[in-house]
């Protein structure tokens, strides 16, 4: 089992940068496919980024391609996102998630882990 806890959310201006935390807890957390999903208020939950236990695949939505990059530390048991060229609508409250199959996929129900979130605005 993992517990999760996300860090790094705040306010930013349009065009700026933050970068998201998640520290995981568990032994065995290297085996974990990894992900980001936000939510923004009366929204579904949406992926943004997935990697796979090993770092060596990551996925992405269209939306945040090209400026988001997840990475891993499995030593530190730390999962990132990288947030560039932030827009007002990648405001949301982004969570960090642990899939025990490892794959890191963008499907939200292969999640078995979830953090309880970091709140992310970008005004205009």
């Known amino acids: 089992q993992v517990q999760l806890v996300e860090s790094g959310g705040g306010l930013v201006q349009a065009g700026g940068s933050l970068r998201l935390s998640c520290a995981a807890s568990?032994?065995?957390?290297?085996?974990?496919?990894m992900a980001w999903f936000r939510q923004a208020p009366g929204l579904a939950r949406d992926f943004v980024a997935a990697?796979?236990?090993?770092?060596?695949?990551?996925y992405y939505a269209d939306s945040v391609k090209g400026r988001f990059t997840i990475s891993r530390d499995n030593a530190k048991k730390m999962v990132y996102l990288q947030m560039n060229s932030l827009k007002p609508e990648d405001t949301a409250v982004y969570y960090c998630?642990?899939?025990?199959?490892?794959?890191?996929?963008?499907?939200?129900?292969?999640?078995?882990?979830w953090g309880q979130g970091t709140q992310v605005t970008v005004s205009a």
């Open positions: 998630a642990a899939d025990d199959l490892g794959m890191g996929s963008g499907v939200i129900g292969s999640y078995d882990y």
């Open positions: 990697i796979t236990w090993t770092g060596d695949s990551t």
């Open positions: 568990g032994r065995t957390f290297s085996r974990y496919g």
